[in-house]
């Protein structure tokens, strides 16, 4: 097996790499989040141990790029000293596959990099979905209620944005720093793409998916 541990301290990945290499495995060290994306990218592992307080980059954000931006289907674990219940519920939203709360055994540690290397990689990176709408992020791929449908590049762009808030609003400003950035357009600019958008969801629908909530932004429903 080839992990990568991602931990500023270096006494602890140092004693973690010493037990996990006799045991057979390759062993690849980053300091920091931002190490650990430019390694990814550049090698295969088959697991990725990831603390979450780190300089430059924290796991929390480091594991989201990794999961969003560069599709890494990596099985991920957490192992750090903080225990609390949102800590594991932002680690597992984030992308995580497993947590391991520091003091922890190495043994344990083992045990549990090899069930999540049985388990094999994530299927779900890569798409977007939120009830019977999904997205391809890789291929621009829509579908809608089982029928694939054509939208343009910044319809794209709204939709992920949706499907990235589901079931929750999506405020106009967000939907235009995504498409846009800082240059704003005109109103109409936007409220022609979403009127497109909700039109091509709606096809062979009784309704569309999509709907403006005035003064707040937009939201998909799942019916």
């Keep these: 097996m080839h992990i ?22 390759t062993i ?3 300091y920091h989040g931002e ?8 090698n295969h592992y088959d ?11 924290d796991g929390i954000t480091a594991v989201k790029k990794l999961r969003e931006e560069l599709f890494c289907d990596t099985p991920i674990l957490f192992l750090t000293a903080k225990d609390q219940l949102e800590d594991k519920i932002a680690s597992f939203k ?32 890569g798409q977007l979905s939120f009830a019977d709408i999904s997205v391809d992020v890789k ?3 829509v579908n809608c209620a089982g029928k694939m449908i054509k939208v343009s590049p910044i ?28 240059e704003s357009p005109s109103s109409d600019a936007l409220r022609s793409h979403v009127y497109s ?21 937009f939201r998909l429903k799942s019916e």
């Design 4 to 25: 990568l541990i991602v931990d500023d301290t270096h006494s602890v990945a140092e004693t973690i790499a010493d037990y996990l290499e006799l045991e057979g495995m």
């Design 94 to 125: 984030a992308g995580g596959d497993d947590y391991l709360v520091k003091p922890f055994a190495l043994e344990e540690l083992s045990l549990r990099l090899h069930a999540l290397s049985h388990r094999g990689v994530r299927q779900n990176i």
């Design 197 to 217: 958008l909700r039109t091509k969801l709606a096809e062979g629908q009784n309704e569309s998916r999509l709907e403006t909530i005035h003064g707040q932004g």
């Design 47 to 57: 697991a990725i141990i990831m603390d979450i307080m780190m300089p430059k980059m």
């Design 139 to 141: 291929s621009g791929e």
């Design 35 to 42: 190490a650990a994306l430019q390694l990814v990218q550049d």
């Design 28 to 30: 690849d060290f980053a």
């Design 155 to 182: 319809q794209l762009t709204i939709l992920k944005v949706l499907l990235k808030k589901a079931p929750n609003i999506a405020s106009r400003q967000e939907v235009i720093q995504a498409i846009w950035g800082d």
